[in-house]
């Protein structure tokens, strides 16, 4: 069982082991970029957000979305140039595996590579941060970011099946994914919301990302409004990604 | 049951287009099975069928007992594919994307291993096995597709025009190369060239518009349907006087004439001998048979447009 699938991701770790070193430089220097120009930067201007030194504010932000964006990123480019441009997919298609272990294969590869890099950021800030975190937080926290790179490597997965023209991809990205991390409270707190749209932000599974890292890390806890949503967008875009794939490779 | 490949009245249509129609065949185990046609015929669209890639819309085809419909996995077990384009991993060197291969069909390394530099030798590749195929020519990168789909040891190979952008060399080493698998394998390949055919396939089918046009073998193609008693008489002199002698001759069913060269097209082989006693043997520089080619059967069947 998923026998397949694990060939699948070995291939696509296989390939990020060859390139790590070049990916992670280019996949670090916008995440720190912000750190430093927004935490640092700031830094005189904003001392506290509720409390919180404003670096370790964003900081918690920043690696999960450096983990989301690298799986959004791996599962949507990858799918779609195993796909259109190398036709990868029609050759593991002529295999004895299912669709099944591709499209999980595929969403485990966009899970790891936001799992590898998230982790990166995460240590680079640590050392570059004067103040230290508290180590019991960092289950909950790593919980979190492994539901929301799992929803995010799912979002990519159906984009990258159902998008044929590439700058489509790009479309989605900077119009869809981009938005709803910066909406999220990343680098504010969701407080500055007029209360009238407060609620739908925090429908928002981005919100639940990017709160609920923060809150994780900081306390140890994720609000049990947060986990849910993670839990639940996770399963439900995991459920369309198998099925959007399925039903493509059928035409 | 001795047929490894078994359509039975296969449809495919893309939005109202009909590419194939109601298609039925059968294909004995062991043989090689060649599938002609221009552009367009719907070739590649049977072999996506029969890969479990599409979907037919109408009918249910088997490979080895297997219904593509109901048993896509237990087909997929038993079928090498090389598609009409090479469909390399790039990012894998050439060894790796054969053991992938091996992998997605349940091997272990160890039974992999050995099967790999077997047919990494046999290809021409072993010296280059670790090099990334976008390295490769378009030559040595068909020849690790093919080397690819025989890595499982499949029971029945579909090959769409393999040797496409082959230089003569390999294409003849391929050549030999499918002719020794026969035996254990069946093999089912699409081709645009009719020496290839020729040479390799125990049966051939010319195909278009998603229909069957002839099936047989070589021989029996070129007996059937080409114009087989087409006789080339090139004359020493007096050319334009027999062109209306020809004219006349109720035995002589067509004539074409370049210069002093003409082809003539008779009745039946009977024909000649009265031929002869019409033409005067002094004016005759050269008279012979027009050998039939397998290309004068799919232009007759096909017809000499090209397809848009
Ligand atoms: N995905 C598709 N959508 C719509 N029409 C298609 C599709 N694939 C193939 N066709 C049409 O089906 C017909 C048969 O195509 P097919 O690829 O099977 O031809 P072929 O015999 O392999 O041709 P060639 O010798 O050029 O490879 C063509 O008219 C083609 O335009
Ligand atoms: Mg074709």
Redesign the interface.
């Known amino acids: 069982m998923f026998r397949g699938a694990f060939s699948i991701w070995g291939r696509d770790m296989l390939v990020l082991r060859r390139s790590i070193f070049s990916e992670l430089v280019s996949v670090i220097a916008y995440p720190l970029t912000l750190y430093l120009a927004f935490g640092f930067g700031l830094k005189g201007y904003i001392t506290a957000v509720n409390g919180v030194p404003y670096p370790l504010f964003i900081a918690p932000g920043l690696i999960s979305m450096t983990a989301v964006n690298a799986a959004f990123d791996e599962s949507s480019w990858s799918m779609w140039f195993h796909r259109k441009v190398q036709r990868t997919i029609e050759e593991y298609r002529v295999t004895p595996v299912t669709v099944y272990d591709i499209v999980i294969g595929k969403i485990f590869s966009g899970f790891s590579q936001g799992a590898v890099k998230g982790t990166v950021v995460f240590l680079v800030i640590l050392i570059l941060t004067p103040f230290r975190i508290d180590y019991a937080n960092l289950p909950m926290y790593l919980l979190c970011i492994a539901l929301s790179s799992m929803t995010f490597s799912c979002l990519g997965t159906i984009c990258g099946t159902v998008i044929d023209k590439p700058e489509n991809i790009g479309r989605v990205q900077s119009v869809v994914i981009v938005p709803l991390i910066f909406m999220a409270g990343i680098f504010f707190p969701l407080s500055s919301y007029p209360s009238s749209i407060l609620p739908l932000i925090q429908l928002l599974p981005t919100t639940a990302v990017f709160e609920g890292a923060r809150d994780a890390l900081l306390t140890g806890t994720i609000p049990s409004q947060y986990l849910v949503n993670l839990v639940l967008s996770a399963a439900f875009c995991f459920t369309v990604a198998v099925y959007t794939f399925n039903r493509k490779m059928a035409e | 049951m001795n047929f490894a490949i078994t359509l039975h009245d296969i449809t495919k249509s893309y939005d109202g287009f009909t590419a194939v129609d109601a298609f039925s065949l059968e294909v004995q185990r062991g043989t090689v099975f060649g599938l002609l046609g221009p552009n367009g015929a719907g070739k590649t669209t049977l072999i996506k069928i029969l ?5 037919p819309t109408l009918g249910d085809a088997f490979v080895e007992g297997h219904s593509v419909l109901t048993a896509g ?1 237990d087909v ?2 038993m ?1 090498g ?1 090389v ?1 009409q ?1 090479n ?6 060197t050439a060894r ?1 994307n054969l053991a ?2 091996a ?4 091997m272990r390394p160890a039974v992999y291993n050995p099967r790999l530099d077997e047919l990494l030798e046999m290809t021409g590749l072993a010296g280059r096995q670790h090099d990334f195929p976008d390295t490769f020519s378009g030559g040595m990168q068909r020849r690790l597709v093919v080397a ?1 789909a025989l890595v499982h040891e499949p029971r029945v190979l579909f090959l769409d025009e393999p040797t496409t952008g082959l230089d003569p060399q390999s294409r003849r080493s391929l050549w030999d190369h499918i002719r020794g698998l026969r035996r254990t394998m069946t093999v089912f390949l699409t081709t645009h060239y009719m020496d290839e055919a020729d040479a390799l396939c125990d049966r051939i089918m010319i195909m278009d518009h998603g229909h069957c046009l002839a099936d047989g073998t070589a021989t029996q193609l070129k007996d059937a349907f080409s114009r087989a008693h087409t006789y080339q008489v090139e004359f020493r002199n007096d050319a334009d006087r027999y062109q209306g002698v020809l004219a006349g001759l109720p035995f002589v069913k067509g004539v074409e004439r370049d210069g002093s060269l003409f082809q003539i097209t008779l009745a039946d082989e009977a024909s000649i001998k009265p031929l002869m006693d019409h033409l005067a043997g002094s004016d005759i520089r050269r008279i012979c048979l027009k050998e039939p080619s397998l290309e004068d059967v799919f232009i007759s069947l096909t017809g000499e447009k090209v397809r848009e």
């Open positions: 890969t479990t890639l599409m979907r996995k997929r077990r079928i594919v598609p384009e469909n390399l991993d790039r990012y894998l790796e992938l291969h992998r997605l069909h349940g690819r």
